[in-house]
């Protein structure tokens, strides 16, 4: 009897928790709206942790409040220092370098060309695991590119939302798969091939797919009409930053223990530091600053809040909760599973963030996997993940690509998007039904 009273009380506290957040999360986005503020998600979400703890018997957890955040610190320091390369990189003009020479040298390539704007669109998510910094920095290069050769305005924004949005997911920083990976207590580690495979040919058939039909290949007049020559140094000088960081992060891999592992913010602030030398004067102190500035400081702010989350799920079982309701969907029918996921995960992410749904749904999720190879299910949900920042409400991606491109509505671009999306999801539930195999091919653990 005393065994199944504990059992009632476990689920009554779990159960008010979790009530108590998501109704806190519900009312404080409509206050939101009825005072006609914005009000980050990282608050809502710390104020729902605080709220949910109360409601369920355990006061004001300030241990686990500030505990959490710790161990986001260093991924953090990523994002920042990623975020410094990259404005510096375009102060600096090389960037405009760069997009100077892949139009002029690939101008009748379309091949080619379509390849290297997928990796400009891809690098910055890459190197900070954040789509947006990609909108922010070769956001503007990529739209011009994409102009110069025909692809029309629509087109041009579902391709850099699309884009940036997949280079997230892409390696070495996916910070979706941190979250879940530490949701879970499991290194990061290993997840490198399994992602590449996952991103990149779906980064590629995006940008085909919407831009290929459109393409016509300008003439040199046209190109230096848009993207006048830009100043430089020499002819390989402004590439020395992006090839030193590329080199650094090589050798660090290549060689474990014989090359000194200096950090990842170490090798972008090398990176960050080489621009000073290599392309036109700018206020290295103001770049800097501007970097840490607006999106990126409430995206830090966020993945600091989702330590926080973590904890205090845990501590009152809301995350048990979940767990086992996916568990539940799991037992119930696979299929049931896989459409749960497919459907749950991009667009409660449109609401949440791809930050938010990586921890609320995609630590569930995968501990209800766990008896397929891990490194996989956590790459095929994050890669579903950042699928949501096309999706509204927040559509973090969509927003910044329509504004860059002056659309004054998204649904087009949505519209636009839409194969692509349906692909993207298509081929992660692929990789999960069939995380063993993949498994077998692509990860070494």
């Not at 703890?53 to 220092?81: C, D, M, Q």
Request: one cysteine or more; a positive charge; charged letters at 10%.
């Amino acid at each position: 009897m005393n065994e199944h009273l504990h059992d009632a009380t476990m689920y009554a506290t779990s159960g008010t928790a979790l009530g108590a957040m998501v109704l806190t999360f519900a009312a404080i986005a409509i206050f939101g709206r009825w005072r006609k503020q914005e009000i980050p998600l990282a608050v809502n979400l710390f104020v729902c942790m605080i709220v949910g703890a109360l409601a369920s018997g355990f006061g004001v957890p300030a241990r686990h409040l500030f505990e959490g955040p710790v161990w986001y610190i260093y991924i953090n320091l990523v994002i920042f220092t990623g975020m410094i390369f990259l404005v510096t990189l375009r102060e600096a003009g090389n960037l405009d370098c760069i997009a100077y020479d892949i139009l002029t040298t690939f101008r009748e390539r379309p091949v080619i060309l379509f390849c290297l704007i997928t990796l400009l669109l891809f690098f910055p998510g890459m190197v900070t695991g954040i789509g947006t910094a990609a909108v922010l920095s070769t956001g503007l290069v990529a739209v011009v590119l994409l102009r110069t050769v025909g692809v029309p305005n629509i087109e041009t924004a579902a391709i850099v939302a699309m884009l940036t949005s997949i280079g997230a997911a892409a390696p070495p920083i996916n910070i979706p798969a941190v979250i879940i990976a530490s949701g879970i207590n499991m290194p990061y580690e290993g997840f490198d091939l399994i992602l590449a495979v996952i991103t990149f040919p779906l980064g590629l058939f995006s940008i085909f797919w919407l831009g290929y039909k459109h393409f016509k290949s300008p003439s040199l007049e046209e190109i230096e009409r848009v993207l006048p020559r830009p100043e430089r140094k020499g002819a390989i000088i402004p590439y020395i930053p992006l090839l030193a960081v590329i080199t650094l992060f090589t050798l660090i891999r290549a060689l474990p223990g014989k090359f000194p592992d200096i950090v990842t913010p170490m090798v972008f602030m090398v990176g960050s530091s080489l621009t000073l030398f290599t392309g036109k004067k700018f206020n290295y102190v103001a770049a800097c600053k501007s970097a840490v500035r607006g999106g990126i400081f409430s995206t830090v702010a966020l993945i600091f809040v989702v330590g926080a989350v973590v904890q205090v799920t845990t501590l009152t079982g809301a995350k048990g909760l979940l767990v086992l309701g996916a568990l539940a969907i799991a037992a119930t029918s696979p299929i049931l599973l896989y459409a749960a996921l497919a459907i749950s995960v991009p667009l409660l992410g449109g609401v949440l963030t791809h930050l938010g749904a990586a921890v609320i749904l995609g630590t569930p999720f995968t501990l209800s996997m766990l008896t397929q190879n891990v490194i996989v299910v956590v790459s095929g949900i994050s890669m579903l993940a950042v699928l949501s920042q096309v999706m509204p409400p927040s559509a973090l991606g969509g927003y910044f690509a329509q504004e860059l491109v002056g659309e004054s509505r998204y649904g087009p671009i949505l519209k636009a998007c839409t194969v692509p999306l349906v692909a993207c999801i298509a081929v992660s539930i692929a990789v999960l039904v069939y995380a063993d195999q993949f498994a077998k091919f692509f990860v070494k653990y």
